[in-house]
């Protein structure tokens, strides 16, 4: 005799239950998109949903498989920079803290999500780090990049001045010394333009955040003195930047670079002559905004750095004077190329419109200064915001005035500094409600450029400024909503930064993550996102359309390349949403060590990666065959690592003997002791050493 269920409307209980249920774990759809990372518990929980109707969905306890909330999928809209067909599933009202998956009957479930209060600061913590790994002319030791160390490489101790560059004092062919900076993007080159940009972004979100960013810890060789990680970073690419002022005359080079792009080696492999290269007005107005930022920065903390902050204000000086001198020189690199050699062909820069950098300029220095003639030289509050990007530089100009509004003299009215920047945000916001992914990410089809993820991160930036200027919240949803388009909530289903999330970028265009022989690319590295005009033209790409144009390939610069200038708003979106949503404003000491190696005095059990994973090559994420898994010990210990079912039961034994002391890395193709396929489901890791236990979860998925 059959049952009979009884139907409320939505769905019918027992029934979606039951089916949901069973084997959760192993229903991993790539249909579903969302934050693989996880949810603030008061605030938009969100899903989309591929080619279903109105449906029911509900979300489950990973660890009791019990329902927690039941909904029903919005009716379907497209997207038309995805070609898609799409509903969303809304479970906001689910505040509760745990694991949970999302289930759609005939479709599956999402990856394991989080909700729980600071979720995204491990987010925060490693895209911050990712700047340590970039760093020139340091040997990385496994103290503190685990298994990504690496030999030093770049001293730039003995640079040559290209011929564009040369001057009475400075001949070509002469040398000088410009150590330490952040490798650009993939490539091995440091470029001022592009340093910019990046370096004020991390500034600035010391200066909007710096509660939060001064208990931050990166676990970087200068997390020990008393100046916040996130300055010590910045400070190594600062100090980079003063070298590249010419002292006889303030203007500033455009770039330190090989002739060529190096090949796929490690940096302590690439011993290529290296040049400075001509100055520009770009590169000497964006030098001087900088400074200018960071002298005011600085001055808190002279007495651990004794002259900096005003030798930071006098270089920003001289660069503005040389600019003023020398309004109008273009980085030309073709044009360069036809008068000098060796010809330089990395990558350009090249910017002939220098308007938004004259208006950022005098407006830092401006702010700094107090001095009213910047202004009436070049004034940002002259031109409408604009989402910033290198070469469209004006808006942070207009970020800083708001920041210190408050001490700004009498010249400047501070209202229509708020609109300029209310009126950007504005239009962002009211995106949403007609984006299928209810998102502000692709409001327009040029979003999807190269480094689209880095428009969409600068846009959540432009939001949190916004709601900082109001307290109004439906700015602080609508960055968070990019910040969720990032994490995977997008027509790839890619989480798009390294080590985070249940599928992200494996083969990053990024020469240390293809050359150090360690299958994990370097973690905390955003990628540049989809990019219709694929100008790497790589066949790889599953689709020309906007929203989907990118491939997890190393070969795809234009759409798979890291770069500094996309990590950096990055760092403010995560930093900023996580300083405004926790109670205190402070983050906690506690990580799951997510994406990062531990110190050198614990024995840590890094998560494996990816995960899921799949045996057979083909997991619902596009077939991985393995897993790699790393861990560390502190010394040379008696190793014991297994992996056990959700019954507790042995499964397989990885690793049973003494080790030496330091990073170790191998890989489980999920068969157990007798050579025979796991069932999909959930594992579990289990690393004891030197006394210390320490577990991970893994889902194997068919």
Known sequence: MKSRMKYNGRFCAGAVAALMVADVCAQQSSDIRLNQIGFYPTMPKVAIIRNTGSAPFSVIDVSSQDTVFRGTLTQQQQWPYSGETVSRADFSDLTSIGRYVLAVPGVGSSSAFDIKTRVHQDLALGVLKGYYYQRASLQLTSEYAGIWARALGHPDTSVFIHPSAATAQRPANSTISAPRGWYDAGDYNKYIVNSGISTYTILATYEHFPAYCARLNTRIPESANSIPDILDEALWNLRWMLTMQDPNDGGVYHKLTNANFDGWIMPVQATTPRYLVMKSTAAALDFAAVMAQSARIFRDFSAELPGFADSCLQASLNAWNWARKNPAVVYNQTQMNQQFSPAINTGEYGDSYFQDEFDWAAAELYVTTAQESFLTIANPLNHTAAVPGWGNVR???????????????????????????????????????????????????????????????????????????????????????????????????????????????????????????????????????????????????????????????????????????????????????????????????????????????????????????????????????????????????????????????????????????????LQWNGRDRSGALCSSGVYFLRLEAGGVASSKKMILAK
Not at 479 to 491: E, P, Q, S, T
Not at 582 to 588: E, F, V
């Open 395 to 665: 808006t942070l100009g207009l970020y800083s005035m708001a920041q210190y509004r408050k001490s700004l003299t009498s010249l400047v009215d501070t209202s229509v500094v708020r609109d300029r920047l209310l009126a950007l945000a504005n239009s962002l916001r009211s995106s949403m409600s007609s984006s299928a992914y209810s998102v502000v990410m692709g409001a327009q089809s040029y979003d999807f450029v190269w480094g689209s993820n880095g428009v969409a991160a600068n846009q959540g930036m432009a939001l949190l400024c916004a709601y900082q200027l109001t307290g109004d919240s439906t700015y602080l949803r609508a960055a968070l909503a990019n910040l969720d388009y990032l994490l995977g909530r997008n027509g790839t289903t890619y989480c798009f930064v390294t080590g985070f999330g249940s599928r992200s970028p494996m083969y990053i265009h990024h020469r240390p993550s293809q050359a150090d022989n360690i299958v994990p690319p370097v973690p905390g590295l955003l990628a540049g996102g989809p990019n219709p005009k694929r100008e790497d033209s790589v066949t790889t790409y599953p689709s020309t359309m906007p929203a989907l144009s990118y491939t997890d390939n190393f070969e795809s610069y234009a759409s798979n390349e890291i770069c500094i200038n996309w990590n950096a708003p990055l760092v403010f979106l995560a930093v900023g949403l996580e300083a405004l949503t926790s109670a205190d404003g402070l983050p906690t000491g506690v990580s799951n060590d997510h994406g990062r190696s531990p110190a050198a005095h614990e024995y840590g059990l890094m998560q494996n990666y990816p995960n899921p994973f799949s045996a057979k090559g083909g997991s619902a994420f596009g077939g991985n065959p393995s897993t790699t898994i790393s861990y560390e010990l502190a010394s040379e210990s008696m190793v014991s690592l297994k992996v056990f079912n959700i019954l507790g039961e042995e499964v397989a034994t990885l690793a049973d003997g003494r080790q030496t002391k330091g990073p170790h890395l």
